[in-house]
């Protein structure tokens, strides 16, 4: 058992582990000492219910997330398939334009299959996509939820947008090719999402 | 990184009018929204790699969040900064301190140019006086 920390998020540690002689994944959410502590394992409960059940109907819609193989609401664990693949992140601006528009139309219908369905992820960033055997599987829906709002896709567009710009400034045109394979796969009105994306942008703060 | 609390407190005062006792709903108003405020901050500091944390502000002249964001940054094993308390609410003090850095990095304004913003949000200010 080697139960390295891959990585020390804000909620919780990544960790290398085994399960059934696999190399696996384990996402153990973390007390938080600043919060009343029964509401603090409410929520870590809660969160882990939601996250693991998100993967699992996102999953079920034909988007490639990790295989969950065990879920302990108690503690806050959920065990998953280890992707042994390259963070969108990492690779994206080293990658030829034709290529990174191919990645781009993939994540667009990726996430048009999970909106389809009504789940916001939450979290899409770069960093929360693995690109691995021609796929891109998304992690992290730790701060996912179910939503029929156009508000709450436009937000997660945004909030890919947002990563687009600062990470792959760039290449931050390439965050078209998103919303082309995203309108392309989404079975609503796609140019009402597009304009509420325009909308929150246009937004501003306290008016 | 804006939070907007409106829903929170448009609960809150109906769990007043509705009989509730005031510092039982004002006390969890507090740690509701305390908590909010220093989970976002964390997030923030691990999505950016940051290991320090700088309260600042009015609000930070309140103990209870400078307990909790002082508790968030010590579990991350990071740095936590803060003011002394008087000058958390001292807007002229923070003005003349943020000229005074803006001087010396050789921002230059006429007192004509010069005017108050209340929209101006310090995410919308170019930071010239540091590398």
């Known amino acids: ?207 | 990184m804006d939070l907007a609390f409106s829903g929170l407190l448009t609960a809150a005062e109906s769990y007043v009018r509705q009989g509730k006792r005031l510092e039982d709903v004002c006390y969890s108003l507090q740690e509701t929204t305390f908590a909010m405020l220093t989970e976002v901050t964390e997030r923030a500091m691990a999505h950016t790699e940051k290991q320090e944390v700088l309260l600042g502000g009015g609000v930070a002249s309140n103990k209870r969040l400078r307990e909790m964001v002082q508790t968030m940054a010590h579990d991350r094993g990071a740095s936590f900064y803060v003011p002394s308390r008087d000058v958390c609410v001292d807007n002229g003090a923070m003005i003349a301190w943020l000229g005074f850095l803006m001087y010396n990095s050789g921002v230059r304004m006429s007192l004509d140019d010069s005017l108050i913003n209340q929209r101006f949000r310090t995410d919308m200010m170019e930071v010239t006086w540091r590398d």
């Open chain 1, 1 to 207: 058992m080697t139960n390295k920390i891959l990585y020390r998020g804000a909620e919780a540690e990544i960790r290398l582990s085994k399960y059934m002689g696999k190399t696996v994944i384990r996402k153990q959410r973390v007390k938080k000492a600043y919060r009343i502590q029964e509401i603090d394992r409410q929520l870590i409960s809660f969160r882990t219910k939601e996250e693991a059940k998100l993967i699992a109907e996102a999953r079920s819609y034909g988007v490639s997330v990790p295989l969950l193989y065990d879920v302990d609401l108690v503690k806050g664990a959920i065990t998953m398939e280890y992707l042994d693949g390259n963070r969108v992140k990492d690779i994206l601006n080293g990658l030829d334009e034709s290529e990174r528009k191919r990645i781009c139309l993939k994540i667009g219908e990726s996430i048009a299959r999970l909106h389809n369905h009504d789940i916001i992820h939450g979290d899409l960033t770069t960093s929360n996509m693995i690109f691995l055997h021609d796929r891109i599987h998304f992690i992290d829906f730790g701060l996912g939820c179910k939503n029929i709002e156009l508000e709450a896709k436009g937000v997660d567009l945004h909030v890919l947008m947002e990563a687009f710009e600062s990470t792959h400034s760039r290449y931050s045109h390439c965050f078209e090719y998103v919303l082309e394979g995203y309108t392309k796969h989404y079975r609503g009105d796609g140019a009402a999402v597009i304009t509420k994306i325009e909308e929150i942008v246009q937004r501003g703060r306290y008016r």
